[in-house]
């Protein structure tokens, strides 16, 4: 099955490598391009990609509100954004999941990597680079510690196993990382990851990840 992939990123030459290593894979096909956010969103309806590799510093439209706009029509359930930035930043990567992206990598990152991420993306997983992940966890360090986690929506709906699993997902651990630290079988990870991200309404692993360190849970790792 092909992957059908929108780019969006308002540097022309960027846009043609991206295109080019993209297209030179087998599974992957770039549908459209664009040069603006507002150009992104207006492709996503038009081409029903699965995928938008998001660039952040846009004009027009920057990629977090294009990236908010894509992932809260209910027509393009269907479409994931990858953000693709050179700014790592902390208040980048939460402002990014909070508004539907799905993954988070620097540009620096090799071409192997970034077409392993868009094939993880669009299969419905999550993904933060590892600096993306860091600069969560450096904000989380540079607060003051909370006595105890703050009260917010589903949060006392939590099992302690929850709770435990969810703080390990923020800091970036995968299911099988998680299974054998806590000497689980990954799918019984994947269970309480599911049933943790209902509880908090959280729509998707990353939404997981932002609710952990809103709640203060994830100042307790």
Do not use: W
Not at 161 to 187: C, D, H, K, M, Q
């Amino acid at each position: 099955m092909t992957i059908r992939v929108i780019l969006a990123d308002d540097q022309a030459l960027l846009r043609a490598t991206f295109k080019l290593l993209l297209d030179s894979t087998p599974d992957l096909e770039v549908v459209g391009d664009a040069a603006t956010g507002a150009e992104a969103v207006a492709l996503a309806r038009s081409t029903r990609a699965d995928l938008v590799v998001m660039d952040i510093r846009m004009p027009d439209l920057d990629g977090i509100e294009a990236t908010r706009r894509i992932t809260a029509d209910e027509d393009l359930a269907g479409v994931k954004v990858l953000v693709l930035t050179t700014f790592e930043t902390d208040e980048l990567v939460l402002e990014a999941l909070r508004a539907g992206a799905s993954g988070f990598l620097g540009k620096g990152v090799d071409p192997e990597s970034l077409i392993a991420a868009v094939r993880t993306v669009a299969a419905g997983e999550r993904l933060l680079s590892p600096a993306a992940t860091r600069a969560l966890i450096e904000r989380v360090l540079a607060q003051p510690a909370p006595q105890r986690p703050r009260a917010v929506p589903g949060l006392a709906d939590l099992t302690d196993r929850e709770r435990e699993i969810t703080v390990l997902v923020a800091a970036g651990l995968s299911n099988i990382e998680i299974g054998e630290r806590l000497f689980i079988s990954p799918a019984t990870v994947k269970t309480h990851v599911n049933r943790a991200m209902m509880k908090t309404a959280a729509r998707d692993r990353a939404q997981l990840v932002v609710f952990a360190y809103e709640s203060g849970l994830a100042g307790r790792a």
